[in-house]
């Protein structure tokens, strides 16, 4: 059935939130219970579709797997006989990759088809492939179809030519269990990077390194049973703070880890608003007006591609003139063409986007391209005078949990209907 998010703009934010289980790291450390030889319960998984979408792929490759949303998952691999996973399935998220590296380490034999997810631009992943030559294994893409397969998984040194989440994880993953030791050099350093190498650890797996560029895998035979809870969403966070902010609000958001935000937050702090926190809070209050700032997105601990998106809406009706640039992806801009619907004053030039702000926006009929595109729409919708009709915010739902409650919990004016 189609729906449409309705939001009513203008209301300020004010109360208190608790953010949920990092997406990101949620779909890498789900294909990682396959690398186990008991089964594992992972805690603290956001209930999103990207998550469901995990839980029918184990199942489809054997795993016994019993998923009690906000409570905890348990994988029991030891079944699972599959090597591959339809190209349905493949379609379903960008990380149904993740079990190429779960796999080739589980039994020297991944298939996957191409990976669906985000159309943020072009999106390679010949340094997974390259990553997987270099511990022994032989890739293939063919057909759609992506395999890579080994008769004996060698740890090897991998030097990757971008800095790449993906590519990191996918490695990791193969390395934990291959024979000898892995180093990746130029690794991604995102936090959720450090949270599947703390999963890994927590199994028996011996990975050093993680949160810096080089990263030590002395891949074990055996990995045991362990019980993980997973960080809590860095962007999830971000949008909430972002947020807050955009409709002159003051919010408390609970449970997040403040120093995976700092990027975000002296953005924030830069514009005027203000931003306080404590070990596992942050809370953001605007009296004022917003100052324009400029962003420009980063691998970690630089600013988030993903935090991009939301910021650039908040950042439509900053006083000044502001310029973005998405370093990261090609076709992250889209969404302030649709915000550009509701008033803004934005002209994009390639990855780069000059917003001149405006006083007001104003409710529109605008569409989801893309997660965080969505978050973006949601953020101007709030912020927005009138009604703003969203489309297709069946994107949102890969990644944000029950995001419309959390946001009336808060005094938004937001709900959803079907449509024809
Ligand atoms: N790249 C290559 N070759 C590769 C892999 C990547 O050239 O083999 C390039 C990409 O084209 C891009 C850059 O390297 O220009 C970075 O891509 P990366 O591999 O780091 O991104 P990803 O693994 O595809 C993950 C997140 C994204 C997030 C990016 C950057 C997951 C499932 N996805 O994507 O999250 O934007 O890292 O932090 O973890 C989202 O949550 O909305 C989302 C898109």
Redesign the pocket.
Known sequence: MKERMLITGGNPLEGEVRVSGG??TA??VIPATLLSDEPCTIENLPDIEDVRALVDILRSLGARVTYVPGEFMTVDPRPAAGTGISYRDSQRL??SYYLLGALLGRCGHGEVFFPG??E?????????LKGFAALGAETETQGGRITARTDSLQGGDVFFD??????TINVMLAAAKAHGTTIIYNA?K?P?IVDLANFLNSMGAKVKGAGTDVIRIRGQQYLHGATYAVIPDQ?ETGTLMIAAAATRGDVVIHGCIPTHMEALTAKLLEMGVKVTDSDDAIRVRTLGGHRAVNIKTQ?YPGF???LQQPMSALLTTARGSSIVQET??EQRLKHLDEIARMGANVRIAGRMAIIEGVPQLYGAPVTCT???AGAALVVAGLMAKGVTEIYNPEYIDR?YEQIELKLRSLGADIRREAIE
């Open positions: 997406k990101n779909v890498a960008r990380a997810g985000c943020i631009g072009s999106r390679p992943i010949d340094q997974h971008v800095v790449t989440v993906g590519g991604a995102e959720h962007i691998v988030p591609t993903d990261i992806f893309d997660l965080r990644g």
